[in-house]
């Protein structure tokens, strides 16, 4: 079963940005739709963007025009370029297929306070 690794997430003042990275051990990762995802305290996890392989993109409306996902297929490597965080930003954020395929990985911590 394909392996997930996410980095890129820490503490970070509202307005400030972040690059989230997700290393994904799939054999067929170039074919796949990919999605980045969040769960705040307390809240449900959350779709908040995704990528086709042909690298067309959605957004929640939450994140649209802040936030960026990209895709490095040599690198099985999915990318979310966020910018203007917001205090309600602040989740622990994830990486998976869609629909999601893959064991869910330990997520990186995103905090956004002043």
């Known amino acids: 079963q394909a392996q997930v690794v996410e980095s890129g997430g820490g503490l970070v003042q509202p307005g400030g940005s972040l690059r989230l990275s997700c290393v994904v051990s799939e054999r067929i990762f170039s074919r796949l739709t990919v999605a980045w995802y969040r769960q705040a305290p307390g809240k449900q996890r959350e779709l908040i963007a995704d990528?086709?392989?042909?690298?067309?993109?959605t957004y929640a409306r939450s994140v649209m025009g802040r936030f960026t996902i990209s895709r490095d297929n040599a690198k099985n490597t999915v990318y979310l370029q966020m910018n203007s965080l917001k205090p309600e930003d602040t989740a622990v954020y994830y990486c998976n297929s869609r629909p999601n395929t893959w064991a869910w990985g330990q997520g990186t911590q995103v905090t956004v306070s002043s």
């Open positions: 990528i086709t392989d042909t690298r067309r993109t």
